[in-house]
């Protein structure tokens, strides 16, 4: 099975970096061939472009996709599950579409606008991180520090554990209310 393991966020703006960082990290071990480790940090409709550039026989069967994304939980909490690919209405689409074309980095408009141009393998595993600080700086605040470790295992776990996506609940883009990986 070809994986990607895909980092989204920002450099330089602390704990919204970790997607990026733990990129970095993983980037530096090594993988099966089947396995490729990329910043997907850059406009979405260039993210589609890069996945559709694979040949068709090596394209990437599953996505292993990881950011910092607020939505209210703890700080630091870790948050995987395999997206459920349900895409949201029309109106909902066009704005991602438009945030993509002036450059807006951020976890759900990357899967949304490579999903609706079909750039996505069916097969998509989100590890979301509750960031605690949203400003410039390069280190991560405490809680997100306390994770990022354990945050790298499990990117690196999902990425090569056969039948990683049946071990995680499915659910839309943000995650299950009260289920999913939690670690802290």
Avoid: K
């Amino acid at each position: 099975m070809r994986v990607i393991v895909a980092g989204v966020g920002y450099r330089n703006l602390r704990d919204h970096s970790v997607g990026v960082a733990v990129v970095d990290r993983l980037e530096a071990r090594a993988w099966p061939a089947d396995v490729v480790v990329e910043d997907l940090s850059y406009n979405p409709i260039a993210v589609v472009q890069r996945l559709e550039d694979e040949p068709a026989a090596r394209r990437f069967e599953r996505a292993v996709v990881v950011a910092a994304v607020e939505r209210g939980r703890g700080p630091g909490t870790v948050t995987a599950y395999c997206w459920d690919g349900v895409l949201p209405g029309d109106d909902e689409i066009q704005r991602a579409v438009t945030e993509a074309v002036t450059g807006v980095i951020a976890l759900d408009n990357t899967l949304i606008v490579t999903r609706h141009f079909g750039a996505l393998p069916d097969e998509v595993i989100v590890v979301e991180v509750e960031p605690a600080v949203h400003e410039f700086g390069e280190t991560f605040s405490d809680a997100v520090a306390a994770v990022f470790d354990s945050v790298c295992e499990l990117v690196a776990g999902l990425a090569t554990a056969a039948g990683a996506a049946a071990q995680l609940p499915r659910a839309p883009l943000g995650g299950p209310v009260s289920a999913g990986l939690r670690v802290r």
